[in-house]
């Protein structure tokens, strides 16, 4: 029985997450961190751990399927990779010493937030006018906000992809295409440092909640990220924010109501 609802968290937890990967460039510890801690008991830091490396391989290939369909800038996302990078080392550790119910506690209501905002102000930006910003200011901007989302994915583990790629489509000028692309590329790194950190500073994982949590979410991202290159803005707009919202509701609910 018991071997039966980790297989059915971890599925759901993997298709959350994979979703989330695949559209949106969600951080799969959005999803997957609550549902391990709640559903199945496991300790908070374990659990971001388990789901920092879930990100790793879904967040890959999504990048690779962006990349391919031209929705991928490498170039103007080295620069934030760097910085989210090193600060992902940081927050790890910072988590470390600080309290499990602190971060059991996170509020993950900026999922929600974000699903909402691209339903009612869906991001329409071309390519073109996204070219047309300064590389100087963008330069600027990436290391700043690297900074922050490094260390928030680092210390919770959750938070990056949707701090992320809400500054790629709003401050950054990106199309979304090319912003969930980037992000996810980014994400690639910024999650398999977190987990390594994490497994290094806290132990060895559950190896079958990590398995079952890595193969649903690569699944399911696969499938998201193809649909996805193929929609058109207008339409992906409103898949990823009826995504984005669903998995905040759940995510709040499964935080403050069970």
Excluded at 126 to 134: F, L, Q, R
Excluded at 185 to 210: C, E, K, Q, Y
Aim: net charge positive; aromatic share 10%; glycine share 10%.
């Amino acid at each position: 029985m018991e071997l039966f609802l980790q297989i059915i968290v971890c599925f759901f937890a993997g298709m959350g997450a994979g979703l989330g990967t695949g559209f949106a460039g969600l951080s799969a510890a959005a999803v997957i961190s609550p549902l391990l801690i709640t559903c199945l008991g496991l300790e908070p830091y374990a659990a971001v751990g388990i789901a920092l490396a879930s990100d790793v391989l879904a967040s890959a290939v999504s990048a690779y399927t962006y990349h391919k369909n031209k929705n991928l800038d490498i170039k103007n996302g080295l620069i934030m990779m760097v910085t989210v990078l090193l600060f992902t080392v940081v927050g790890s550790y910072v988590a470390k010493l600080v309290p499990a119910q602190t971060m059991g506690g996170f509020s993950n209501f900026m999922t929600l937030f974000l699903g909402l905002k691209f339903l009612i102000k869906p991001v329409m930006t071309t390519k073109e006018k996204m070219n047309a910003v300064s590389a100087q200011k963008r330069a600027v901007q990436s290391v700043l906000c690297g900074m922050i989302i490094g260390f928030i994915c680092g210390f919770l583990g959750a938070g990056g992809g949707m701090m992320m790629l809400l500054i790629l489509t709003t401050v950054l000028g990106y199309e979304l295409k090319t912003a969930v692309g980037t992000s996810v590329f980014i994400m690639a790194f910024t999650a398999l440092t977190g987990s390594l950190s994490h497994f290094v500073l806290g132990g060895a994982p559950n190896w079958l909640l990590l398995v079952l949590c890595v193969v649903f979410t690569f699944l399911w991202a696969q499938i998201a990220a193809k649909f996805a290159n193929k929609a058109t803005p207008k339409t992906l707009n409103r898949i990823t924010g009826a995504v984005l919202t669903v998995l905040g509701l759940v995510i709040v609910g499964v935080n403050y109501l069970f």
